[in-house]
């Protein structure tokens, strides 16, 4: 099956300071998805981007699906962008499951 | 506003005891997921509902059953829960299996975290 790979596992930044997280799959994909886990468990969607760039805000995503990479781009980073991001990848072959990365815990200091 | 609820936010259940925990939508999505989620780790499907159609995940254990009455509710029963089944159960929806837009994407619940004594 797909394996989907995130990086840094761990990132620590002082707030304001910018920051790139990476998702790499190994097949082919037909989308891709980024959500932020907030510290309390909750799991918002960021961005639906299986190709190109989107921005929202201070984020913004680029998915370069012939080369199988996402990259979640956060800048001027505030304590509230603290938790676990994820991007999840679905898989068609046979049934429509989601595979999650293994996600960037992410704690930005005040 | 739409949205995904789930109910109970903490369950605490002994060894062996059912449980089940419940989730609702106002999103009117046709297909609503199981995931488990174990500490420090990434959401685990256990099952998902397509409309009335029920689609296992090959490793998820007999011991996980699910129930969906209608379009707005989704029931996990763990019929004799262990020590390992403690976790986050996030419950989410979409409107159809694949998305083809941002507004197909996958919404989630805030979650129910099962302590099991």
């Known amino acids: 099956g797909i394996q989907v790979e995130q990086s840094p596992p761990d990132l620590i930044l002082q707030e304001g300071a910018n920051s790139t997280l990476r998702c790499n799959f190994s097949d082919s994909v037909n989308n891709l998805q980024w959500f932020h886990q907030n510290p309390w468990g909750q799991l918002i969607n960021l961005f639906y981007?299986?190709?190109g760039t989107k921005q929202n805000g201070r984020l913004s995503a680029t998915t370069v699906a012939t080369e199988r990479y996402s990259l979640l781009y956060i800048s001027s980073s505030q304590t509230t962008d603290s938790g676990v991001y994820f991007c999840a990848v679905l898989a068609t072959s046979g049934t429509y499951k989601y595979i999650f990365g293994t996600g960037t815990r992410l704690k930005v200091l005040a | 506003d739409a949205m995904v609820i789930q109910n109970p936010r903490y369950q605490v259940t002994q060894f062996g005891k059912p449980v089940t925990l419940s989730c609702s939508q106002t999103?009117?999505?046709?297909?609503m997921y199981w995931y488990q989620q174990k500490s420090s780790q990434a959401p685990k499907l256990l099952f998902h509902?397509?409309?009335?159609?029920?689609?296992n995940e090959a490793d998820t254990p007999d011991n996980f059953q699910s129930r969906r009455p209608n379009t707005s509710f989704c029931f996990l029963d763990i019929r004799s829960p262990g020590l390992g089944d403690a976790a986050m159960y996030l419950c989410a929806t979409s409107r159809d299996q694949e998305p083809t837009a941002d507004t197909d994407t996958q919404y989630f619940g805030p979650g129910t975290r099962l302590t099991v004594l």
């Open positions: 981007i299986p190709s």
């Open positions: 509902y397509y409309d009335k159609d029920f689609n």
């Open positions: 999103l009117n999505h046709n297909v």
